[in-house]
């Protein structure tokens, strides 16, 4: 049982570069979430996917658009990588209907230069 | 707006030797409260949720207990496998779908 998978699991970008983090898992899970780990800064959400078919802001949005291709997947996408968005993404999942205990990817850790 | 402060950032502990992590929150009405665990290169990985004060769960050497205003995550005899960041973190009644706030964390060191 793999639970949630990310890839890649590491990527350097160039100010500009755009680029796509995929999520997937194989639980059967509603919910579906992104968070961004920085250092002094804790885990904060940038996007969640409550069902399949839909998809709400969190605390740090800009910069990232999201798809929630179907139940299984969740993808994040940076259309013009900056610097500050150098960080290790979280990818996570949940059954949703108010269930908290979230099951976490293993990361992906990006460089934009 | 919920916050969430964990104490301290860093603890080092010799094998067997017992003590707590703290966790220290503003909620406007705690749904939850949430303890996980990191270990290096890793996601977090659940371990307990309180939901009103006076809670306590407990798993292997791990107890959780909860007041109106913090959460402490006991650790008793710990052994060098339990050394990892402990993350801590809310929700609150009035957010959406599973929208948690999490502290930054202690890192837990225990030597043997």
């Known amino acids: 049982n793999a639970g949630v998978t990310q890839t890649p699991k590491f990527q350097v970008l160039k100010t500009g570069q755009s680029m796509t983090l995929q999520c997937a898992q194989d639980?059967?899970?509603?919910?579906m979430y992104w968070y961004r780990q920085d250092p002094g800064m804790g885990l904060r959400l940038i996007y969640y996917?409550?069902?399949?078919?839909?998809?709400d802001k969190g605390e740090v949005p800009n910069g990232y658009n999201v798809s929630r291709l179907n139940k299984r997947e969740f993808s994040l996408r940076l259309e013009s990588a900056a610097p500050s968005q150098t960080s290790v993404y979280f990818c996570?999942?949940?059954?949703?209907?108010?269930?908290?205990?979230?099951?976490f990817g293993s990361g992906t850790q990006l460089s934009v230069l | 707006e919920d916050q969430v402060t964990q104490s301290p950032e860093a603890l080092r502990l010799q094998e067997g030797e017992s003590s707590s992590l703290n966790c220290s929150y503003t909620?406007?009405?705690?749904?939850?409260l949430f303890w996980y665990r990191q270990d290096p290169g890793k996601g977090p990985e659940f371990l307990f949720t309180l939901y009103s004060a006076g809670e306590e769960k407990e798993k292997e050497r791990l107890k959780a207990t909860l007041t109106k205003k913090e959460s402490f995550l006991h650790i008793t005899a710990p052994k060098p496998e339990d050394s990892a960041t402990y993350l801590c973190a809310v929700q609150a009644w009035e957010t959406s779908g599973s929208r948690l706030t999490f502290g930054e964390g202690t890192q837990l060191t225990v030597n043997p």
């Open positions: 909620v406007s009405g705690l749904r939850g």
């Open positions: 996570a999942s949940s059954e949703g209907a108010g269930s908290e205990k979230l099951f």
């Open positions: 639980m059967n899970h509603n919910s």
């Open positions: 996917s409550a069902s399949e078919g839909t998809t």
